[in-house]
């Protein structure tokens, strides 16, 4: 069962998500909240896996409870106001639904939750590394890392280049998707870049061939990429 919280300014929102909650068989919406600093100290005390939350409030807030939250914890924003779409998905939402929404939209919704959720509980730390989850097109992508080329950084998101499949763009630091990732396996090779160390076509001082791509390796990154060729090149 999904623990669930909701906070929005509009008491009639709030008797929507309920009743929409209460007829499901997944969601417990274990309480509901008009004002955001008590449900902050509520999530503190009760850890959710779901929030439904009002964008406005939340931008209004200065964004204090998002800063509280783990970082795999759900967010689906609500809104009236289309324009802050795309503030949601910046902001790592699993969705965004747009006020007045129906039972059948906030079912799609709650159930990306579901899976993202479900994802989190029922794999081990040593299983989840043999995947990669982020949030991508509106939802939730899990990517095998065998099929990746390489990762490539763009200010505030990252280019997950796969084999034979469209690119996925994430918002991610390369210091969070390198986290999630087997770091005997993809290296760093610069500030731009992660590369699979099984997918080097080949490599020189300065640069390394991958996919057909020519990388400069970075000073900062070159001592240790050169230790973990010559031991990888060892076995």
């Given at each position: 069962m999904i623990k669930a919280i909701a906070i929005d300014n509009d008491s009639t929102s709030l008797a929507t998500l309920k009743s929409m909650c209460d007829k499901t068989d997944?969601?417990?919406?274990?309480?509901?909240f008009t004002d955001h600093e008590k449900a902050l100290k509520y999530i503190r005390k009760f850890p959710v896996d779901l929030v439904f939350y009002d964008i406005k409030m939340c931008i209004d807030s200065g964004k204090k409870l998002l800063d509280n939250q783990e970082q795999n914890n759900?967010?689906?924003?609500?809104?009236?106001?289309?324009?802050?779409?795309?503030?949601?998905?910046?902001?790592?939402?699993?969705?965004?639904?747009?006020?007045p929404?129906?039972?059948?939209?906030?079912?799609?919704a709650t159930q990306k939750a579901s899976k993202y959720i479900s994802y989190l509980h029922n794999n081990s730390a040593a299983e989840q590394s043999d995947k990669l989850c982020v949030r991508a097109d509106y939802g939730l992508k899990i990517l095998n890392p065998s099929e990746i080329l390489f990762l490539e950084s763009l200010g505030d998101y990252v280019t997950i280049f796969l084999e034979n499949q469209k690119k996925v763009i994430t918002k991610s630091t390369m210091y969070g998707i390198h986290k999630k990732?087997?770091?005997?396996?993809?290296?760093?090779?610069?500030?731009?870049?992660?590369?699979?160390?099984?997918?080097?076509?080949?490599?020189?001082?300065?640069?390394?061939?991958i996919a057909g791509k020519e990388i400069t390796i970075g000073d900062t990154y070159r001592k240790t990429i050169s230790?973990?060729?010559?031991?990888?090149?060892?076995?």
């Open positions: 997944y969601i417990s919406l274990e309480k509901v759900c967010i689906i924003f609500t809104s009236k106001d289309s324009k802050y779409a795309a503030d949601a998905f910046d902001m790592n939402a699993v969705d965004f639904l747009m006020k929404f129906s039972e059948t939209r906030f079912e799609v990732l087997n770091q005997q396996e993809f290296i760093r090779v610069n500030r731009s870049y992660i590369i699979p160390f099984s997918r080097i076509e080949s490599f020189g001082k300065r640069m390394i061939s230790n973990l060729l010559i031991s990888k090149s060892n076995y």
